[in-house]
Each structure stands twice: as C-alpha cells, then as structure tokens.
C-alpha cells in the first residue's frame, strides 16, 4: 500500500526558480491538503482540497498555487522561491468526514538560497 | 480565538519512566481532538483521536490521552516509556464548522536510558 507519495523527497532552489512538489494519493480520498512544517510552527495548512477541480486557501497560501485536475493528484507550485518558503512540506489526505484522520507523505525538504 | 497549546517544546524523561505530554485547547465547541507522532525524517502518524465516544482513549504503542472538559485539557500518556518513544509529538483539534485541523506548536520527547 502506497497511501500518500511525495517527490521530490529533498531540493535546493535560488531565489526566484519555480518549481512543482508533487504529491499522490491511492485511497481515494476527497480531501488533500498540503502544509509547511517549521521549527517551533507545528503545522501550518497552505492549501487544501474536497474534490477534483476544488480547491481553497489554508492559513499561509501567499506564494503557492495549487491545482486537483484528479482525486489521486495534488501538486504544489512554488511560483518565485523566496527563501522564507526553506520549509519541509507535507502533503495529506483524509477519507470523507472531518473527523477522519490524516494520512502524510514523508514530506519534502525545500531549501532556498 | 481557537487555539491548541502543547506545554513544553522538549520533555526528557527516564526508559520505563511515565511519559506525560500536555495538550490544553481553547474552544466555545465540544472539539474533536487528535494526538499525532513524527519519527525522524518521517511524516506524522496518527496515534489516538477523541471523538466523544469515551473520554479515554486508548492508542497505539501503549499510549493513551483523557478528555477532561473541565480543564480543557487532552493531555497523553504512556505508563512506561520505551526508547522507540522518542520522536515529536503534536496534538491537533477541529474545533469549528471550517473542518480545518488546529496544530499545537508539537513537543519533542527525548527517552534517556
């Protein structure tokens, strides 16, 4: 069982490249979800989505778009690195109901320099 | 405002000593309140989750929190700790009809031997 697979698992950018975390679900989820995990932080959501073609901002979504063209897919594009977004991000997804639990990737560690 | 608090950034306890690791939310709502765990380099899994079924939950590794509502608290224990313990610890709540998770900031457990 695969459950959530993100790649890449590590990148360097400077400042100003774009780039594509991908991320990939085989449960069937609804719901996806992709946060930034930062020392001291806990978890802060970026962007999240209920179904395929529907998506909404989380608590930090400044500098990142989002797309959910299918169930399985959610990809995070970075649009212009600045290296406030050195993070390591996680991308999960939920079975319906608010209350189900969150199943993560193994997360990707971005640096930007 | 809504919020999860976790006191303690680092908690060291002893192997075979009790692990205590505290969790207090803030909310007008009866929450449903969550326990996940991150091993190094890995993404968080969840270990418990309250749901107003039983205010004693029983989790995985022998862990288990309590719902105390008079104190606002969901605080996890271990009754002897292992050194596979060690690794972060984050207590989360959906507290609202916005169905979007609440981090605490997440404690750190460091098992001596």
């Known amino acids: 069982n695969a459950g959530v697979t993100q790649t890449p698992k590590f990148q360097v950018l400077k400042t100003g490249q774009s780039m594509t975390l991908q991320c990939a679900q085989d449960m069937n989820h609804e719901y996806m979800s992709w946060y930034r995990q930062d020392p001291g932080m806990g978890l802060r959501l970026i962007h999240y989505?209920?179904?395929?073609?529907?998506?909404d901002q989380g608590e930090v979504p400044n500098g990142y778009n989002v797309s959910r063209s299918t169930t399985e897919d959610f990809p995070l594009r970075l649009l212009s690195a600045a290296p406030s977004q050195t993070s390591v991000y996680f991308c999960?997804?939920?079975?319906?109901?608010?209350?189900?639990?969150?199943?993560f990737g193994n997360g990707t560690r971005l640096t930007v320099t | 405002a809504q919020s999860v608090t976790q006191l303690g950034s680092h908690v060291s306890v002893s192997e075979g000593a009790l692990v205590l690791l505290r969790c207090n939310y803030s909310s007008s709502v009866p929450p449903y309140l969550f326990w996940y765990v991150q091993y190094p380099n890995q993404g968080l899994q969840l270990l418990l989750k309250y749901t107003s079924a039983a205010t004693l939950v029983k989790g995985i590794n022998g862990f288990e929190a309590e719902f105390k509502k008079s104190e606002t608290s969901f605080h996890l224990t271990k009754p002897s700790a292992h050194m596979s313990d060690a690794a972060e610890y984050f207590c989360?709540?959906?507290?609202?009809?916005?169905?979007?998770?609440?981090w605490g900031a997440g404690t750190k457990l460091i098992i001596k031997p």
């Open positions: 989360a709540g959906l507290m609202d009809s916005n169905y979007q998770l609440i």
């Open positions: 989505s209920v179904g395929a073609g529907i998506t």
């Open positions: 999960a997804s939920r079975d319906d109901g608010p209350n189900s639990p969150l199943h």
